[in-house]
């Protein structure tokens, strides 16, 4: 008997595993790693952790990730007050390669966010993943 796997029931599978992962570092560490790869951004994302989409707002109108919030690293630390509810959750900070992303880690755990992530690769790699991207300017 042959078992045929269709690529979106790959996807939810790999997408329960970097859940799963990601659950047992909080479980095991108490806190989130400072990176984590795109599979894993997602689950924390569907999860309830704010995604920050850190690029300009140009970038962001060519693709990003449904539901983040456009905050670009060179506004993160004025605008530190209006993710202030977020300092003890789960952040992920993303942006084109991982660079401003990680950046911008630095600053909010510098500003007392315990749980802010890095996601490695950024949209290039949120992308080449195969994972949802909409385009169209952010909501603010």
């Avoid at 047992?24 to 995604?51: E, Y």
Wanted: net charge positive.
């Amino acid at each position: 008997m042959k078992f045929t796997i269709g690529k979106s029931l790959l996807a939810s599978a790999l997408l329960a595993v970097s859940v799963a992962a990601v659950s047992a570092t909080l479980a095991v560490a108490g806190t989130l790693p400072t990176t984590v790869d795109v599979k894993q951004g997602a689950a924390l994302q569907s999860r309830g952790a704010l995604l920050i989409d850190v690029r300009e707002a140009n970038e962001y109108a060519e693709g990003h990730v449904p539901g983040s919030t456009l905050i670009p690293l060179g506004q993160l630390q004025q605008r530190l007050s209006e993710i202030a509810a977020h300092k003890n959750q789960p952040v992920a900070v993303i942006c084109r390669s991982g660079s401003r992303s990680a950046k911008a880690v630095k600053l909010l755990e510098q500003a007392g966010f315990s749980a802010a992530v890095n996601v490695e690769g950024g949209m290039n790699a949120w992308q080449k993943a195969g994972l949802l991207v909409v385009t169209g300017a952010a909501s603010r």
